[in-house]
């Protein structure tokens, strides 16, 4: 149970990890297209700052889900233990975003 809980998760980071590279290269290609002013050459640099640090971490993902699986086969309590902390702490940050989120909206109307 606790391998398919890493597998969902690691799935779910890599298609999430996808979509702000996506989003961040075309960002790029726009930004870069009209990069006269000094400020959107900024935002091209910060771009592709942005797009090298998600492979980064994406990598560093990676190791992190095969180091994950190792111990739930060494240790399988232990590891649905972690998961189900580990579930809560995800599900209380996903509950600050949309508070955070919905206070930003309810301020800019």
């Not at 972690?82 to 800019?108: C, E, H, N």
């Amino acid at each position: 149970m606790a391998s398919r809980k890493i597998k969902t998760i690691a799935r779910d980071g890599r298609d999430a990890f996808q979509n702000v590279t996506d989003h961040l290269k075309t960002m790029v290609d726009h930004l870069g297209h009209d990069a006269g002013d000094a400020a959107s050459v900024s935002a091209v640099a910060l771009g592709h700052a942005a797009i090298e640090l998600v492979g980064d971490v994406q990598t560093k993902l990676d190791r992190l889900e095969r180091a994950a699986k190792r111990e739930v086969r060494r240790h399988p309590a232990e590891a649905l233990a972690a998961t189900a902390a580990s579930s809560a702490l995800v599900a209380a940050i996903a509950a600050g975003l949309i508070t955070y989120t919905l206070v930003r909206r309810g301020q800019d109307a």
